[in-house]
């Protein structure tokens, strides 16, 4: 074993528990004291498993994430723990970092064409994700690419490699992010709003992808999103949060069938429900 | 591609005839009478008409643009007999104060222009990108203020004054450089570089104070964009981030401003080089017009013209192989 800690992160092995966050709390320096976006958040995610976690803009659904990342904007900061396979990341140097991010912890973002450089051949940027953690030469780099395109379902792959991110579709690029984050195997993929910027039938087509490739890699996952139904497809474990707080936390079917906190209910209830035509009314009621 | 660049093309020789009829107007309407001119101060009126015929100027507007045209294609020939003057092709004109034609004026003096132009765009580019790059990544901090506050200075003060004050303090306080002189470079390597350097340095200072701004500004709004962030997550090197995905989205829009300038300046750079005496295009301007040689005037106006047009042509179709969303339609 070396001494250098992050290469020691052990294999997971399905169903032990992949990230263990504990008391995180995400603080921002303002002109009228620090104020913090993320409170006393605790979670766990099981290998294999996917933990939603749901709430509003600005409830620090993406800041927690970006906390696991250390990817925090200028001047955030986080305490408490967060463990990945048993070892501490927060505390670590942006250089420790560096060889979490993509290889372990990878991410998908939510608007697909500002999160590709349009400078850049697709290709081009899968392979320096590749490169970045396993060197190797490009020709590896670019076999590796063009398998993870086929991944994803990019027909003609081997020609598509070499096109930029304009010449895509909406859905094929968010294809594209998640090949980009899968080609490294990561042990935890982040997914926030992946599928917010799609339209409903792609936002199902990526949904069903990613419960695919997660089956296939037994990655964990954490689904960042504001929208419950989706959740309810993808989840087996929920976390709400509201304004920085967790105000809820349990299995998927706990918190949709017997939720405790009146914020979840409220969710819940603005829920459309195909088979309750009066759900407007009732919602209203409540 | 192709049909691009023809398309462009034609329509650049549209914009230099367009150009070439209406400098010709100004000066076929505007400005006093150059055969009075040329006559001098014993004049009889039989002298001032001999003059006129001599030189075509006798003829209707029409007929004079069109000579004046086709001498820049076919050459011309000023008056008969023994007392012709040809102007070989190109001819921008005659000048009859100096007994030359435009065109061997303007290339006798294009070399101190080219490089002027050269050595001062070198150090622009270099002083404005990197200056811009170290303020947006030292955002806020004193590094920042630094270069900013030079860039602001740069950009107001007029470049004859900082020219005056460069010379007063290297040549005459401090004595580190000569005061310059037209030297060629292969008569003196170290006079011609000593004498370029003032020159350089002014004409950069002005430039690079505008583009360390640009740049600054580009680069801070490539970092703040989400690809930026993806790039971080892959778990890149931050100087791999910042060279690969934060430079050339902010240089890019550079490019275009760049050819318009080095084209600008191709075209002479008036008062710096009046200021330093140096023998340019742009001083030959300067001189023309204070003694009132039109045809000079005319020949240096559609030479900057014709290079800015022709520098705007260039940048379109370098821009197509920097911005792949230009190059490459959708699919």
């Known amino acids: ?286 | 591609m192709a049909i691009t660049i023809l398309r462009r093309l034609l329509a650049a020789v549209g914009v230099l005839l367009l150009i070439s009829l209406f400098t010709f107007m100004i000066f076929f309407w505007l400005s006093p009478d150059p055969a009075v001119q040329i006559c001098g101060k014993t004049c009889t009126p039989e002298r001032i008409d001999q003059i006129r015929s001599q030189l075509g100027l006798d003829l209707p507007f029409w007929q004079q643009y069109w000579q004046f045209l086709s001498g820049i294609f076919t050459g011309r020939t000023y008056g008969e007999g023994a007392a012709a003057i040809t102007c070989a092709a190109p001819c921008l004109g005659f000048s009859f104060q100096t007994n030359e034609s435009v065109t061997d004026m303007i290339v006798a003096r294009m070399p101190v222009s080219v490089t002027l132009a050269v050595g001062a765009a070198a150090l622009w580019l270099l002083a404005g990108i990197g200056g811009g790059l170290l303020s947006a990544v030292k955002q806020g901090t004193g590094w920042d203020r630094a270069v900013m506050t030079t860039a602001l200075a740069g950009i107001s003060l007029p470049n004859y004054f900082v020219a005056l004050l460069l010379q007063y303090l290297l040549v005459v306080q401090l004595r580190w450089l000569p005061f310059p002189q037209s030297v060629t470079f292969t008569e003196d390597p170290l006079l011609w570089f000593q004498s370029y350097l003032m020159p350089w340095l002014v004409l950069a200072f002005g430039y690079a104070a505008m583009y360390s701004r640009i740049v600054r500004t580009n680069v801070i709004d490539t970092l703040g964009q989400n690809f930026m962030r993806t790039a971080k997550a892959k778990g890149l090197d931050a100087p791999v981030v910042l060279r690969r995905h934060a430079l050339r989205p902010s240089l890019t829009p550079v490019v275009t401003l760049f050819g318009m300038d080095f084209a600008g300046l191709l075209g002479g750079a008036l008062i710096t080089e009046t200021v330093f005496g140096l023998n340019g295009v742009g001083k030959l301007t300067a001189d023309s017009i204070a003694k009132n040689d039109q045809p000079v005037i005319m020949g240096v106006t559609l030479l900057a013209a014709a290079l800015v047009v022709v520098a705007n042509i260039l940048v379109d179709v370098t821009y197509t192989y920097l911005d792949p969303r230009v190059r490459v339609k959708s699919a």
């Open chain 1, 1 to 286: 074993m070396s001494l250098t800690a992050p290469r020691t992160i052990s294999i997971p092995v399905a169903g032990s528990t992949l990230l263990e966050v504990d008391h995180l709390t995400v603080t921002f320096p303002t002109s009228s004291g620090p104020v913090e976006v993320v409170k006393d958040a605790s979670f766990r995610v099981e290998s294999g498993d996917t933990l939603g976690i749901v709430g509003e803009s600005g409830s620090g659904k993406s800041m927690t994430s970006l906390a696991i990342m250390g990817l925090l904007p200028r001047g955030g900061t986080a305490t408490g723990s967060i463990r990945l396979n048993g070892h501490e990341l927060l505390g670590r140097s942006d250089r420790e970092m560096r060889r979490v991010r993509g290889d372990k912890v990878a991410m998908v973002f939510q608007d697909p064409l500002s999160s590709l450089n349009p400078y850049y051949t697709v290709g081009l940027q899968i392979e320096e994700a590749y490169r970045a953690h396993n060197g190797g030469s490009r020709r590896d780099a670019r076999r590796v690419t063009i398998e993870a395109l086929e991944r994803v379902r990019i027909a003609d792959a081997s020609r598509r490699v070499d096109h930029y991110p304009h010449q895509f579709s909406g859905g094929m690029r968010q294809r594209i992010m998640i090949a980009m984050a899968l080609c490294l195997e990561p042990d935890l993929l982040i997914a926030d709003e992946p599928t917010t910027a799609l339209d409903v039938t792609v936002q199902a087509q990526i949904l069903e992808l990613l419960a695919d490739l997660q089956r296939e890699t037994g990655t964990g996952m954490i689904f960042i999103t504001h929208d419950l139904a989706v959740v309810s497809q993808v989840a087996q474990d929920v976390l709400v949060m509201k304004d920085g707080e967790q105000v809820e936390a349990g299995t998927a079917e706990q918190v949709f069938s017997n939720p405790r906190a009146a914020y979840t209910r409220a969710l819940l209830a603005a829920l459309p429900r195909i088979d309750d035509p009066f759900d407007e009314l009732k919602g209203t009621s409540r």
